[in-house]
């Protein structure tokens, strides 16, 4: 027999399912913020767990015709159709994104500094011997950094082919970066050592063979998406790992599910970033238009980026008494 204590301390999270079930129904789903939906589905589970040792005591018959009724309108709501599919689309860049981008910006800070740790060190480890970019980035490429030769300059005979390659290849790079996060962040730290290495070598290499500015007006347009692009999958699989590893009072699992779902919105609003920075890099990076122009042109593209992420509505916060 269920005792009447279980009820009453099983009873508060039941009413707090209900009146997230009930909000919605009269304002829509989108009356509920982020964490509320969350916590919406936890409340879910739990209280069908519930519904199942209330269902073993023939004396609680009242308990589980409600418990019945109110997972049964929580269900509805969960996995309701999504009819208005564009507005939802347009919904989440608008507003659930650049929330999400700043609810986990701790994680991105974390990985835009492995980066430029590795970076600014590799830099300081080429300068002082020049020997170690050649181990680096290999005889092939030195010979071009050497001779004062871009070794992009091939992608303007093939624009179209070297975009889509340059799209697929940073896609790769970025869901990796993200899927590592499995590894407790270990891996994704490593890409993020790796890539900071790699731009830190080329660039002091440039700069010995005075190529520093043919290097950065080059890299600048698509750059300023780009490499965002990478730190917010780096901040991903940050997030990923913080789940994994902090759960806090929720169950590894359940905190672990949290962190992964809000994880996958993360990298997926990297995704447009991405494919617009590979077109970019496959037609106007390598293009002969003057190096201001390029650089006004990325600061310019880096603004309304910063605009969209930080300066987007904010969701209104219900008054509570």
């Known amino acids: 027999m269920i005792s009447t204590r279980w009820l009453e301390k099983r009873k508060p999270y039941w009413s707090r399912l209900e009146l997230f079930v009930n909000r919605s129904a009269r304002s829509g789903p989108s009356s509920l913020s982020h964490h509320e939906l969350q916590e919406l589905g936890l409340l879910y589970r739990q209280t069908a767990s519930d519904l199942a040792v209330v269902r073993e005591d023939p004396t609680s018959r009242h308990a589980a015709f409600y418990l019945n009724q109110l997972l049964g309108r929580a269900h509805n709501l969960i996995y309701m159709g999504h009819r208005p599919r564009f507005n939802s689309l347009l919904r989440f860049f608008t507003h659930t994104y650049p929330r999400i981008f700043r609810e986990t910006l701790p994680q991105i800070l974390l990985a835009l500094a492995v980066f430029l740790l590795a970076a600014i060190a590799s830099c300081a480890l080429t300068l002082r011997d020049p020997t170690f970019a050649h181990r680096i980035l290999g005889p092939q490429m030195m010979a071009k950094i ?27 790079v970025t869901f990796t970066t993200f899927a590592l996060g499995i590894t407790a962040g270990l891996g994704t730290l490593w890409m993020m050592l790796v890539n900071g290495m790699l731009i830190g070598v080329i660039g002091a290499a440039t700069f010995q063979s005075g190529m520093a500015l043919q290097l950065w007006s080059f890299v600048a347009p698509h750059g300023v998406l780009e490499l965002p692009a990478i730190f917010i999958a780096g901040g991903a699989g940050l997030e990923i790992a913080r789940g994994l590893l902090f759960p806090a009072l929720l169950p590894r699992r359940d ?49 309304m980026l910063l605009s969209y992420l930080f300066s987007s509505p904010r969701p209104a916060h219900h008054a509570t008494n």
């Open 255 to 303: 905190s672990l599910a949290q962190a992964g779902a809000r994880a996958s919105q993360l990298l997926l609003g990297a995704i447009p970033m991405l494919i617009l920075a590979g077109l970019i890099e496959g037609f106007l990076s390598p293009s002969g238009i003057p190096a201001p122009r390029k650089f006004l042109f990325a600061a310019l593209l880096f603004a």
């Open 146 to 172: 050497e001779h004062r030769e871009m070794w992009t300059d091939s992608i303007l005979a093939i624009k179209p082919m070297a975009a889509s390659g340059i799209m697929t290849n940073n896609l790769a």
